[in-house]
């Protein structure tokens, strides 16, 4: 039996049931979501995409699909900006993004049964961001998978966090898939923040569309986790849009954080700009992959793309590939990557302070991603993340019992 067959199996026994409770724009993709998933099968390292992560061994026994009851939290000052199932808003705009070209996004299709809707009007601004905490609690081997639709009319503005987290005893795996349309002079802020644990696995697709003028700023941040695969695809269909992503991952025991990120300059006068920061220490695994495509005529397109990466163990890994495709010739694109371990020099001269071993290399980490942090606008999430990079890296000092390393 192939990998993909008992997720086909899973969907012919489920399919009537999604069928009943799900909107109708929904159920007509499934069938057609399966098939090219069946088609397609799961990922191989032989996939460019995919070359740094074994997509079927992360599927593997993970056959257990759950249909989690509809859990919307809505205060009052969100109502009427998050729904769920918004028909008109999912007619109009869902997987208009999100395309089966990838396997995982149609094996979200085929089993997605409700869809998140956050959805500003035009000219609407949010003078508060808005944050949707998605905590699993399961302690099953189970799968589950969401769906969340962003849309911006013209002249709207909102900031809002996606943040994800899980208590130690959870063994699942969840598929997730964003959609994100930001209309003509819109602006969006939007914040990804995985707090989950080593048993977790989950694959992120983000589909971003900006039109004129749009401006977007996407920051990923990944504190704990197991295994994630991030894939961030914007399009800048409208002409003097700007779009950021910002991403900072610290991992160690045997985590691994996989992102793979395309910006796509599809018309002249567009800017991007890109800076992922990694951390890996112990026998964690950290990949980026980036890419900035400039299609032909895209002309006056401006963007710089950036990664910088500290292993701080012997026995950790990154693997990284920043990219540049280029089909116009008046463009000022530039892209670089770094891999380095903690500075010797920075550590013997903080020891000869009287600083423990274990605390001057949490400061360094603590320093390096703290540029990604301090890109941030909001003032109050600015300091919230500072706070919880500093737990998170004094949490593991804690941990510490002299090795050798911290002698």
Known sequence: MSPE???????????????????KVMNTLR?????????KGFPSRKVEAYRYIDVPQ?????????????????????????????????????????????????????????CICIHLGKNQVLD?????????????????????????????????????????????????????FVGDNARLELYELEETHTSFTRFNNVYLQLGRYANVKHNNITLFNGLTRNTIKATLAG??????LNGCVMADKSQVVDN???????????????LYKYVVDEQSVGAFAGKVYVAEGAQKTVSEEVNQNICASDDARMYTQPMLEIYADDVKCSHGSTVG?????????????????????????????????????IAPLRDRL???????????????VGCARCK
């Open 239 to 244: 002409e003097f849009s700007e779009v950021t």
């Open 58 to 114: 992360a599927f593997e026994g993970k056959d257990s699909y759950a249909m989690p009851q509809p859990t919307l939290p809505l205060s009052a000052a969100q109502q009427g900006v998050i729904t769920l199932n918004d028909e008109v808003l999912l007619n109009k705009y869902y997987a208009k993004a999100a395309d089966n070209e990838d396997a995982i996004t149609a094996l979200n299709t085929a089993f997605s049964h409700e």
């Open 341 to 377: 371990k903690l500075d010797d020099m920075a550590l013997f001269y903080m020891r000869q302070r009287g600083i423990p071993l274990a605390e001057a290399r949490m400061l360094l980490m603590q320093a390096f991603v703290g540029q990604v942090i301090d890109e941030i606008p």
């Open 260 to 274: 793979n990120t395309l910006i796509r300059h599809e018309v002249p006068n567009c800017t991007s700009h890109e």
């Open 128 to 180: 508060r961001p808005i944050e949707l905490t998605d905590m699993f609690a399961s302690e099953e081997d189970q799968m589950e998978h969401k769906r969340i639709l962003i849309v911006l009319e013209e002249g709207a503005s909102a900031s809002i966090m996606l943040r994800y987290a899980a208590n130690n005893k959870t063994h699942i795996l969840t598929t997730q898939v964003v959609e994100v």
């Open 5 to 23: 067959q008992p997720y086909v199996n899973l969907y012919q026994a489920n399919r009537d049931s999604l069928i009943a409770v799900s909107p």
């Open 386 to 400: 500072h706070i919880m990079i500093e737990q998170r890296l004094k949490g593991e000092l804690d941990k510490c």
């Open 31 to 39: 069938d057609e979501a399966i098939n090219v998933f069946a088609q």
